[in-house]
């Protein structure tokens, strides 16, 4: 099942946090959550994990489940694509961010003329979600969701045989295929599969092992969701963006790349929330402080949070797919845990 189901979305208002959450404090605050979260009080949420200034907080397990658990983390996977693109730039494998993905893997786009408007759609469109198609994936209606490219033997011919909806580089349309294709820029710029290139540059300079990424039916690998991560493993990820790509003080992801993708670049069409290069952006006010947001979400509940001005990193497994409580960890993060560190 892919993410349609954030047709549903549930959102919580960070204007209304004020009174949220009782003076727990920030050690009362993680004990409460951690325990709540054992005791099975969040139901589908298995896992949590928390830091402040790097420093673990909080790492709690629902019955049955534990720290050495794989878990499909969904389209959490698309943020830790972007990572991996911005591996590429730092390369200077990848020169700009504009360049059509058809100059990149010209093999994927044969079948279409040489003017076909599809061969126009750059990176950054796939990035921000804007490549125009008539791919929408909170929409089970749409031609081009991911449920029906889930159905075919090639995704990237699927997504190139959908239509244009909007203007390419217009509007945001949440849209897996689009990541899909990164994928395949992915293998050809960096010479290797996506699993063995994110290995090297990213996972295994984390102390990240064990990671299962799905493939499409072509043999390519699925960029757009579905890897299998520790909970641990989503909190380093966490981690090494709020520090602007470090990791116990050595250079892993440029900086200036964890800027431009946790920068907004578009905004999201009857949402609050903006966008990034596929990392989620949103922030208010808690107590008549300003709060910002960094986020990846995966469909079930999976999520890393980042509140930078509180040093705060967490991040959550679940199993909620499909269902409005697979919002329960943003309910966690902005009714009980912001609320009881803003002083």
């Known amino acids: 099942m892919g993410e349609a189901a954030r047709t549903i979305l549930w959102v919580v208002p960070w204007l209304a946090l004020t009174a949220a959450s009782p003076a727990l404090g920030q050690a009362g605050i993680f004990d409460e959550v951690g325990s709540r979260l054992e005791s099975g009080d969040y139901p589908g949420i298995i896992g949590g994990m928390a830091s402040l200034d790097g ?91 991911e449920d029906k490219m889930y159905q075919t033997r090639d995704w990237a011919a699927f997504l190139l045989a959908q239509p244009f909806a909007h203007e390419r580089g217009e509007q945001f349309s949440y849209c897996t295929g689009g990541v899909v294709l990164l994928g395949r820029v992915i293998e050809t710029l960096s010479g290797q599969a996506v699993p063995a290139f994110a290995a090297e540059r990213l996972f295994q300079p984390l102390g990240i092992e064990g990671e299962r990424w799905e493939s499409t039916p072509t043999g390519h690998t699925d960029t757009g969701g579905h890897l299998r991560l520790r909970l641990r493993d989503l909190h380093a990820i966490g981690r090494l963006v709020a520090d602007r790509g470090t990791w116990n003080g050595d250079a892993v992801v440029d900086p200036d790349w964890i800027d431009t993708m946790t920068r907004a670049h578009t905004d999201v069409p009857h949402r609050r929330e903006r966008y990034g290069y596929l990392w989620w952006l949103d922030r208010g006010e808690v107590k008549g402080k300003p709060v910002s947001l960094v986020y990846a979400h995966g469909n079930g509940g999976n999520f890393i949070f980042i509140v930078p001005e509180l040093r705060l990193v967490a991040a959550f497994n679940g199993r909620n797919y499909g269902k409005p409580e697979q919002f329960t960890p943003l309910r966690i993060l902005t009714q009980e845990i912001v609320p009881a560190l803003v002083e």
């Open 55 to 145: 420093r673990v907080v909080m790492e709690a397990y629902a019955r049955g489940n534990g720290p050495e658990e794989r878990h499909d983390i969904r389209s959490a996977t698309k943020s830790i694509t972007a990572l991996l693109i911005g591996e590429l730039v730092a390369d200077g494998r990848l020169k700009r961010l504009r360049t059509p993905i058809a100059e990149l893997i010209p093999g994927t786009f044969d079948a279409l003329p040489a003017n076909d408007p599809h061969r126009d759609i750059t990176v950054e469109d796939a990035l921000t979600m804007r490549t125009g198609l008539a791919c929408d994936d909170w929409s089970p209606a749409s031609v081009g969701h």
